[in-house]
């Protein structure tokens, strides 16, 4: 484990991209610290990771964002960033002007950073290039995130469960059937077959972070004799 503080030269192995934390000088080749954290290595990334809570919108970040207000042609979202983003009321798979979402204030939508500059506002998107399907039926990735309830992480810990190898998220999926949204802004969405489910489900999510994976194993092993 490395700490960086802002400015560090980053070392990147061939084949590596520089990740969240970590910007690329395009004259010298060399790669450098944005913020002060830990370094981190996770398959062909290099990211710096620290414990803030603010997110800074980057260009294909994935997210999940609440509903501030609405026009005839965004929608205002609240995405944990210094300034709320926008959506466009179009920006869905196979939406028309007669045939597209009606979001209400409060919603949670899951959407893609479609665009990101310091000095524009950051636009947001919810199609999914990888399908052809239309938002309306239920099948596509982006859109709106329905029942359940969100809670908000560090950012360092939303990539944690956005792991291949998240322990804790295995460990829960071999007992109890749950569905999850990690924004990587550090907004979760979780939603299980009953409210009491959801909320020990959140909660032991929340609890995890600190834990060795022991301790997580004795903590779900207690809550499977809870619904045993």
Request: glycine share 8%; charged share 25%; aromatic share 8%.
């Amino acid at each position: 484990m490395a700490l960086c503080l802002p400015g560090d030269e980053v070392p990147l192995q061939p084949g590596s991209l520089p990740g969240p934390g970590v910007a690329l000088d395009t004259d010298s080749g060399r790669a450098f610290a944005t913020t002060a954290g830990v370094l981190r290595t996770l398959e062909d990334e290099v990211r710096v990771e620290n414990l803030r809570k603010r997110y800074i919108p980057r260009k294909g970040d994935y997210i999940v964002g609440i509903i501030m207000s609405r026009s005839a042609d965004f929608y205002k979202v609240e995405i944990r960033a210094p300034s709320p983003a926008f959506l466009p009321t179009l920006a869905w798979n196979g939406a028309t002007k007669r045939n597209r979402p009606l979001l209400e204030i409060g919603m949670l939508v899951y959407a893609r950073v479609e665009a990101a500059h310091p000095d524009l506002d950051t636009e947001l998107s919810c199609v999914d290039p990888d399908t052809k399907k239309s938002w309306n039926t239920g099948e596509v990735l982006l859109g709106e995130l329905k029942g359940g309830l969100s809670f908000e992480v560090t950012l360092t810990a939303a990539q944690r469960l956005l792991a291949i190898d998240c322990f804790i998220l295995d460990r829960l999926g071999k007992d109890f059937s749950y569905e999850l949204c990690v924004g990587q802004n550090g907004r979760v969405w979780l939603v299980a077959p009953t409210a009491r489910e959801t909320v020990l489900l959140l909660q032991a999510i929340k609890r995890s972070f600190g834990m060795t994976n022991v301790q997580i194993e004795a903590m779900v092993g207690k809550m499977v004799e809870v619904f045993s």
